[in-house]
Structures are given as structure tokens and as C-alpha cells.
């Protein structure tokens, strides 16, 4: 494989390094491995953190900055970030108002985050956790018990994000985070394997002319393997299984998220596909996001997440926001 890196062992550091020169509104600590937007803490707003493995860029470090989170923990490639970093992030942050740890369901995540979460309470810090597990297309998978977090960790991190701006109280903010996750659903497919630095190759056997359906963002099987389908058939079965389970009754926020390896003109046709779907679902979409914000690396394939929303999670996903990935309203 031919990758755009110096050598395997560098590859997160020198993300961080680049970033940190691209966006100097941002604090980058590249040796403890912990992203922080500059005028943090911020007097009497809830701080929110989040973080996980590297490789699905711009998650996490990318949604940093006012409305959204106010550090990010990366760990190295598909691989859960250390206690110490979550614990020197929720340090770096809090402000008094409390931290909220917002964490995806994959067991090294949560078992670290729940230990840097005592911690952190040891050292007198008010602390609330929400887990993100809206991946409807299997129950338990290889890095998890329970549903996978993927796509709806966004609609966490902004949603909660724009009432921790707002001055919301932490049990507000940790509320709406909970109500955002029960509200969202995923579901991803794979139209090719990704590769990690370190393997130099595919990390999982993806035949030529077959897709997988369900797939995890670190390439997890998923529902079942199929001959390549259009993207109007693949629409059909990813809306429809996340409308299956979530089966609104209300208005939605659609996420069709890009896995890394595929180019926009490609998602935005696959986009139309969902919006036909939703249409013949009766489904209203309030608001459509288009890209690539939860990544695998350079994975081929794609994730659709829904998110229904009342008057007041819409305008909070309204308000404004600045980050590196997510821009508007300032």
C-alpha cells in the first residue's frame, strides 16, 4: 500500500503536529496526545471531552472549538485513548460547572473513559457520562458488547455541545446528550477494506465485486456480504434498516457520512437515493449533512445516521458552531 506518512510509529504525532499548524485556535499537545480550543476553560460552561482511537478523522480532534467539544483525547490508530490522557484533557477544561465524557460503546473506550472518569472525581471534578451506541446493524460485534457508537456521536457532540455554550447546567446538557443517542440511528456499508499504518495492507478481505452491509467503522462484519449493488438498492436497505428500528414520528436530521474513501460526487448521488427513501417513508428531513466526519480511514463505503428532533434539539443543532470539520453560524 502506498501511504502519505513517514513511518507507521509516527503517524498519529505527526497528525497532531499538522494540525496543530493549521489550526492555531486550538491547543495541540502532541506529546500527551490531547486537543484543546484555546480559551479553554471558559468560566461556568459545562466542558465536554470526548476522544478514541485515530482513523476516523475528523473525529474527534476536528469538532473541537466553540459549540461543540472542548478537548479531544486521540489515541493511535483504532485504538482507545489512556486514562491519563481523558484525566489531563477534563483538567485542562473544567471550569467548576462540570465535564461531561461523551464515549462511543467499544469496550477499550468504555472501560478507559469510566476509569479516568474515577479519577477525575478523586481530584473533586463533578463528572457525567453518556454513552453513543446508535449502529443498528448488529447487537455485540468485536469490539463490543451492545451497539456499536458511530455517526450519532456527532448529533451528541454538537447538540450537547450548543447547550454547554449556552451556560445549560451539566445534568441539562447530559440529559440532551442521552435524548440525542436514544433519537439516532446508523447503519454503514463497506465497499472496501481500510488499511492501518502498521498492517501496510487491508485489514480485513473484502472480495472484488462484493460489499459488506453493516459494517463496523474499524471494519467489523456486519449483516451479511452481497454481489455490489446500486446506490439506489443500497439506500433502500441501510434507510430502511435504520427506519425500521428508529421508525420516527417526526421531522429528522440526516447524516450520509463518508468512510474515507469516497469521493463527494459519489455521496451526494447516494444522498438523493436516501432523500427518495425518506420521502417514501413519509420521513420529513429538517436538516442533511454531507461528507466525511466519521471515518475509516481509507475505507470505500459510506454510513447514513437519522436523528429525530423536536424544536429545541433543532435549534440547538442551528446554533453556531467552529471547528475544524463543522463551521456555521459565527
Request: with cysteine.
Amino acid at each position: 500500500m502506498r501511504m502519505l506518512i513517514n513511518v507507521p510509529e509516527t503517524v498519529v504525532a505527526d497528525a497532531l503536529r499538522g494540525m496543530a499548524a493549521a489550526y492555531p485556535d486550538l491547543n495541540v499537545d502532541v506529546d500527551n496526545r490531547v486537543i484543546v480550543r484555546r480559551d479553554a476553560p471558559v468560566a461556568g460552561k459545562v466542558a465536554l471531552v470526548s476522544g478514541g482511537g485515530s482513523g476516523h478523522e475528523p473525529l474527534h480532534g476536528g469538532f473541537v472549538g466553540p459549540g461543540m467539544l472542548d478537548a479531544a483525547c486521540p489515541g493511535e490508530v483504532f485504538t482507545s485513548p489512556v486514562p491519563d490522557q481523558m484525566v489531563r484533557a477534563a483538567a485542562a477544561v473544567e471550569s467548576g460547572a462540570g465535564v461531561l465524557f461523551v464515549v462511543k460503546n467499544y469496550t477499550g473506550d468504555v472501560l478507559n473513559f469510566q476509569m479516568a472518569a474515577e479519577l477525575a472525581e478523586d481530584e473533586g471534578v463533578r463528572l457525567a457520562t453518556v454513552l453513543v451506541d446508535d449502529d443498528v446493524a448488529v447487537t455485540d460485534s468485536l469490539y463490543t458488547a451492545g451497539r456499536r457508537g458511530t455517526g450519532a456521536t456527532l448529533f451528541v457532540e454538537k447538540i450537547a455541545g450548543a447547550a454547554a455554550e449556552e451556560g445549560a447546567p451539566l445534568e441539562r446538557v447530559e440529559s440532551l446528550a442521552r435524548q440525542v443517542n436514544a433519537s439516532s440511528r446508523s447503519f454503514g456499508v463497506a465497499l472496501s477494506a481500510c488499511s492501518t499504518p502498521a498492517k501496510g495492507g487491508p485489514t480485513f478481505d473484502l472480495p472484488p465485486g462484493e460489499l459488506e452491509l453493516g459494517v463496523g467503522i474499524h471494519g467489523e462484519p456486519g449483516r451479511e456480504r452481497r454481489a455490489m449493488m446500486t446506490a439506489r438498492e443500497i439506500a433502500d436497505f441501510a434507510v430502511g434498516a435504520v427506519l425500521d428500528d428508529l421508525r420516527p414520528t417526526g421531522p429528522v436530521i440526516a447524516l450520509v457520512n463518508g468512510m474515507g474513501g469516497t469521493p463527494l460526487l459519489e455521496l451526494y448521488g447516494f444522498n438523493a437515493e436516501v432523500q427518495r427513501v425518506l420521502t417514501e417513508r413519509d420521513v420529513a428531513v429538517a436538516r442533511t449533512l454531507v461528507g466525511n466526519y466519521v471515518t475509516s480511514l481509507d475505507m470505500a463505503g459510506c454510513s447514513v445516521t437519522l436523528c429525530q428532533v423536536d424544536e429545541e434539539l433543532l435549534r440547538l443543532w442551528d446554533a453556531p458552531v467552529q471547528t475544524p470539520a463543522l463551521r456555521w453560524g459565527r
